[in-house]
T-cell receptor, first 115, second 117 residues
Framework: DGGITQSPKYLFRKEGQNVTLSCEQN?????MYWYRQDPGQGLRLIYY???????QKGDIAEGYSVSREKKESFPLTVTSAQKNPTAFYLC??????????????FGPGTRLTVL | AQKVTQAQTEISVVEKEDVTLDCVYE???????LFWYKQPPSGELVFLIR??????QNEISGRYSWNFQKSTSSFNFTITASQVVDSAVYFC??????????????FGGGTRLMVKP
């Protein structure tokens, strides 16, 4: 079955620690995205990547870092510089056809709690 | 700048009632895409529909229908004969094609729909 997997589903972190969230897709999609969702709010874009070895900052990139070494993988690191990291993190991917991106498909999310 | 507004934060209906979720957007592009996603309690966003700015035809898919009106910059979503399984948070989103090579989505704040039996 094709899809997007995120792990872990729940993650607890102590203040001052870096933590990496995994996102893998087997849809052969070119583009991948990371969003953050706070309770009762919409999604905000953290980073996105259109091709391997390239990525761009979104609206709220401060305190986060990413890498895109393989087409199917787009891990997100939440660093200690992120002041309020407790949130629900969603990864998405989309395909591209004739220069036009299609809709984004989302993974099940990772809920990060900083203790 | 692009913006999506979902003025209804919560809606509560009784099963079998029809319900309309409002979405108003702002963009300076002439080519753009509009989306609706459903977020059930599990958290994963489920894609419902994608519409491009040149196609104003209304769309119906089973109990779901969408009304796109460029004149009022609205893309409303109606559920007919609602069911308890429709309870979720629904998001409207916008992607500007001209300024947005990366297909970034701007989301509205979401509308929480509660369907009571």
């Amino acid at each position: 079955d094709g899809g997007i997997t995120q792990s872990p589903k729940y993650l607890f972190r102590k203040e001052g620690q870096n933590v990496t969230l995994s996102c893998e897709q087997n849809l052969n999609h070119d583009a991948m995205y990371w969003y953050r969702q706070d309770p009762g709010q919409g999604l905000r874009l953290i980073y996105y990547s259109q091709i391997v070895n390239d990525f761009q900052k979104g609206d709220i990139a401060e305190g986060y870092s990413v890498s895109r070494e393989k087409k199917e993988s787009f891990p997100l690191t939440v660093t200690s510089a992120q002041k309020n990291p407790t949130a629900f993190y969603l990864c998405a991917s989309s395909s591209r056809l004739a220069g036009v991106y299609n809709e984004q498909f989302f993974g099940p999310g990772t809920r990060l709690t900083v203790l | 700048a692009q913006k999506v507004t979902q003025a209804q934060t919560e809606i509560s209906v009784v099963e079998k009632e029809d319900v309309t979720l409002d979405c108003v957007y702002e963009t300076r592009d002439t080519t753009y895409y509009l989306f609706w996603y459903k977020q059930p309690p599990s958290g994963e966003l489920v894609f419902l529909i994608r519409r491009n700015s040149f196609d104003e035809q209304n769309e119906i898919s089973g109990r779901y229908s969408w009304n796109f009106q460029k004149s009022t910059s609205s893309f409303n979503f109606t559920i007919t004969a609602s069911q308890v399984v429709d309870s979720a948070v629904y998001f409207c989103a916008l992607s500007e094609a001209e300024r947005n090579a990366g297909n970034m989505l701007t989301f509205g704040g979401g509308t929480r729909l509660m369907v009571k039996p």
